[in-house]
């Protein structure tokens, strides 16, 4: 699941114009102008301006981080317990990484739907419904070992209905079934028009590398850590349950503290960059992967030679991957018609993580295994093998960088494209898609 902003372009542009309504006159997408019947210009009237005080805004802001927290939460929990779940069902590496392929195609399976139901009805229902299905879910399987993650989730839930407004469907959504009273487009149609946008594509194969990368280092990077202090006699092998959780705590508070310098400074880094370069999201995107390629694989390399070295490549190769998620929301923003963007945002999610980290955790510990197979019974040959299956994300993270350049040659055109009349943003630029360009904290004051 994942938490976006109301990209719909709801009241922003009306606010802009004036506050008042206005009458235009659009072609139905896919007919000429002047056309007869159903393809003839038809008018709409622009719907009543919307606002959001600052203070308001923010704490919906806070809200939905909170709730995209506690998201992540739930993907990380078998990460931290991995060496005590291995040694209590006596489970290979490749059977361990099943465990999180598991999990995220169940996951997945209600992405589209919801990415679907978001573009035409009321996103705050459908985010509500889908924490409740969410928490349920937790709370049934935690009956036996009662856990605090369904209360915190039901926090979430109150916290959303009460303080999260729920903005008006803009009339860029609604062209359509204004312009001709027709249903707007199906979703095989929305899905067929992402297929035919370069930049769309391009940046979710971009997209897919990332997680496939953070998919595994996520699962087996605390277990790589743990067996690398063993490794240096710093730590003795775990031989029982419960093992030793320092570098699950200690990666985990270094994901979080790079996750949130990353996104300030990609959001900065391409605003600024952006007033002399109109490519500058792709390729910041495409640079940070490629030096994180690079800082991963001297992570990985030194990690048997000096420990602390190992651990400064990683947080910098987790910086650099954490600089790109908030420039590719921008991308799909400034590319992606307003009327789709939900379907876009799911259908990127549900293929970034079905070709991403919901096979990676197994590929690696699949390779792992093979590898350790092959090799005397030792933690030290366990230690490389878990580290040449990790060489292969270095190259996955290349490739990433190597679509978001590719991005760059096609962002302009599909730019213009979907600024285009009739297609749902204004004649200049979409004033919203803009303000979240921009930086987090600005969305607040062009609410």
Known sequence: ???????????????????????????????????????????????????????????????????????????????????????????????????????????????????????????????????????????????????????????????????????????????????????????????????????????????????????ALGFWAPKFLFEARVVHGLQPPCLQDPCNSQDSLIFGILTVVTGIIGVVLGAEAARRYKKVNPRAEPLICACSLLAAALCLFLALILARVTLLASYVFLVLGELLLSCNWAVVADILLSVVVPRCRGTAEALQITVGHVLGDAGSPYLTGLISGTLRAARPDSYLQSFLSLQYSFLGCAFVIALGGGCFLLTALRLETDQARARQPGTGTSDSKDAESQALLSSTGSVAENL
């Open 1 to 215: 699941m994942c938490l976006c902003p109301d990209t719909s372009g709801t009241g922003t542009q009306a606010v802009m114009d004036g506050g008042t309504s206005a009458e235009s006159r659009v072609p139905r997408p896919g007919r000429q102008p002047g056309a007869s019947g159903e393809g003839a210009w038809a008018p709409r009237m622009v719907s009543s301006p919307w606002s959001l005080s600052r203070g308001r805004a923010r704490v919906a802001a806070a809200v939905l981080c909170y709730i995209n927290l506690l998201n992540y939460m739930n993907w990380f929990i078998v990460a931290g317990m991995l060496l005590d779940i291995q040694n209590f069902f006596q489970i290979s590496d490749s059977n361990a990484g099943l465990l999180q392929t598991v999990f995220v195609c169940c996951l997945l399976l209600s992405a589209p739907v919801f990415g679907y139901l978001g573009d035409r009805h009321s996103r705050k229902a459908a985010l509500s419904i889908g924490i409740l299905l969410w928490s349920g879910t937790g709370l049934s399987s935690s009956f036996i070992s009662p856990q605090v993650m369904p209360c915190l989730e039901a926090v979430a839930l109150i916290l959303l209905i009460v303080l999260v407004p729920d903005p008006p469907r803009g009339a860029a959504e609604k062209q359509e079934e204004a312009a001709v009273g027709d249903p707007r487009s199906s979703w095989c149609e929305d899905v067929r028009y992402l297929g035919r946008n370069w930049s769309f594509v391009w940046s979710t194969l971009g997209v897919t590398a990332i997680t496939f990368v953070t998919g």
